[in-house]
Each structure stands twice: as structure tokens, then as C-alpha cells.
């Protein structure tokens, strides 16, 4: 906006009275009065806050100034977004992300199935430090914070970032809330863990199919995060990993209590076959039907030098 001032007194020659010094510091003491005057439509004291705005003590009143433009960061530049939506059933969303799917249950905020390829390790993208939330997911479908739970219960990954190094989107897509809910600290630093752990190691020698899901229960003991992030605790977790194809095919299965007593020395107390999963949850799991049945004695050894970074 362009200001100019017009003085009223227009003066074309001194007067005969008014000397020639007292005349030019008239004009200029005009000029400065004016230009005072024109600047008091913009200029006021007070920072602005994070928002661009503040309260301007001169005028009385509260607004904003349109924010410094600067180019956005290479990660602001990537997408937290799912690619795909598709909705199941009513209030079920199926999330198709880089590398991942989420099934999401509107009406607990939170997924309720999980699942993804573990292809060999050939990345070394980070992790972001921060949560987001989805923005091409409707709000009433997701937790209402980002914010850390508190102790003693971690933001917990259900597909952990480390399987999806190998892409800076799909690595911070991980970091979406749609892909975290309320673990124990004990059992997402232990039994949960060593099962990615496992992950980690065995898609080296074998492309992994994994697939898992969420065992929300009815217990109201647990649910400490409902007020603060809008979600409930689930009481477990169910975990799928299967290898191989044909005759070879091979798959393991956990049901693992979200417990501070899941530690990892007990994980192999959680091994359960395919079927009993599939009885629980309902869900028709893609393994062979001798391999639903059959239950290892032990949780897969992890090889001797796997590279678990």
C-alpha cells in the first residue's frame, strides 16, 4: 500500500515577512509531520508470536502479518500422506503407504492390522525425531496428539522405521500416528523388538511377508492415554512372519501381552501356530495349511554377524 500526504497549506513563495531559513525549516517540519503520520498506519511496537501475530498496544487491536516466505526443507517436502484410501467397511480404512499397509478403525483411533515385505537391507535412511499426523486421513479417525504417551509406555511402531530405510518418504511415513499406538516399554524395547530383530535378519537371506494386528481387549485398567490422545491401550499384539514359498514355505507367530513383563528372554512364551491367530482375530492369514498348524520349538535363532542396523 502506497501512502502519500498532502498538505493542506500550499506554499509557492515565502512570504515578504518570513525569512528564507525560517521558510525552508517550516516546509521540512511539514514533510517530517506527514510522513509520521502516514507510517502510524503500520508501524507499532511488539513482537509476534510463532503465528506472525501479536498485540499492537498503539491500536488496541490483535493480528497478523503475513509470515517471511522460505523455501521449504527437503523433509518438510515429503509427504506424510498415504498414497491410496480405501475404505472396507464402515469405519475401517485401508491405508496404502510406500512399503506398508494400515488398517485403520476409525471408531478406536487406531489400527487394527498391519502388513508389509521385508526386502533385503539396502538402506541407511533416519528416522525422524518427529510424529505426525496423516492429513489425507479425517481427524476423527486419528489420535488427537503427537505427543509422546508418557512413562511407563512408549510410542510404539507397529511396522518399525528400521525395515524401511531404504526410502526417505516410507521412513518418515512410518512416523505417522495411523502406524503407532500405546506398547508397554518393556515389551516394545523387548518381546516386540526381538521379532523386528528377527525381521531384520532373516530379510537378508529370504524376502519376509509380515503381517500383524492389534488385540485391543476390554481391559479399562490400561486405558490411561483415552483423554490425552483419544485412543485406548490395546492388551496385545500379534505378529506374522513368513518365508519361502511352496514346500519350503515357513512362518512363525507370536501373541504378544502388552506387558512390562514381555521382556525379551520371553518372547519364545508368546509362540503361537497361524491357526490360533486366525481363530482370535478372524483374519484369513496367506499361509500354507500344513504351515497354519505347525508351531516352532523356538523362536528363530538370529544368524551369527547379522547386520542389525
Known amino acids: 500500500m ?8 500550499k506554499f509557492v513563495t515565502a512570504p515578504s515577512f518570513v525569512s528564507t531559513l525560517f521558510y525552508r525549516t517550516f516546509c521540512v517540519l511539514v514533510f517530517v509531520l506527514g510522513a509520521f503520520q502516514a507510517n502510524t498506519a503500520f508501524a507499532h511496537s511488539g513482537r509476534t508470536n510463532a503465528d506472525g501475530c501479536h498485540y499492537d498496544r498503539v491500536h488496541g487491536d490483535y493480528h497478523c502479518h503475513k509470515p517471511k516466505q522460505r523455501p521449504p526443507t527437503s523433509a518438510e517436502q515429503l509427504t506424510a500422506s498415504a498414497t491410496h484410501i480405501r475404505q472396507e467397511t464402515s469405519g475401517l480404512l485401508r491405508l496404502n503407504y510406500e512399503g ?17 515385505n521385508a526386502q ?11 510424529f505426525f499426523f496423516d492429513p489425507s486421513i479425517p481427524s476423527e479417525c486419528q489420535q488427537i496428539s503427537v505427543k509422546a504417551y508418557g512413562k511407563p509406555y512408549d510410542r510404539g511402531h507397529l511396522i518399525p522405521a528400521n525395515h524401511l530405510d531404504y526410502s526417505p518418504t516410507a521412513i518418515r511415513q512410518s512416523n505417522t500416528m495411523t502406524n503407532v499406538l500405546p506398547q508397554a516399554s518393556n515389551m516394545n524395547r523387548g518381546a516386540w523388538f526381538q521379532t523386528e530383530e528377527i525381521t531384520e535378519c532373516y530379510r537378508d537371506i529370504d524376502e519376509l511377508l509380515v503381517i500383524g494386528g492389534v488385540i485391543w481387549g476390554n481391559n479399562p485398567d490400561n486405558d490411561y492415554f483415552v483423554e490425552t490422545h483419544g485412543v485406548k491401550t490395546p492388551d496385545a499384539f500379534w505378529k506374522v512372519i513368513i ?41 484369513e492369514l496367506p499361509v500354507a495349511d500344513y504351515a ?17 542396523g
Open 2 to 9: 502506497n501512502f502519500s500526504v498532502e498538505p493542506t497549506l
Open 100 to 116: 506398508f499397509t494400515i488398517w485403520l478403525d476409525c471408531t478406536k483411533r487406531g489400527a487394527v492390522k498391519f502388513r508389509y
Open 120 to 130: 533385503r537391507d539396502t538402506g541407511d535412511f533416519k528416522r525422524s525425531k518427529k
Open 243 to 283: 518365508r519361502g514359498a511352496g514346500q519350503d514355505e515357513r512362518a512363525i507367530a507370536w501373541i504378544i501381552p502388552n506387558s512390562q513383563d514381555a521382556k525379551r528372554n520371553m518372547l519364545d512364551q508368546y509362540l503361537v501356530t497361524v491357526d490360533e491367530i486366525e481363530r482370535l482375530t478372524g483374519e
Open 292 to 308: 497354519k498348524l505347525a508351531k516352532p520349538s523356538g523362536s528363530w535363532v538370529i544368524p551369527m554377524g547379522c547386520d542389525r
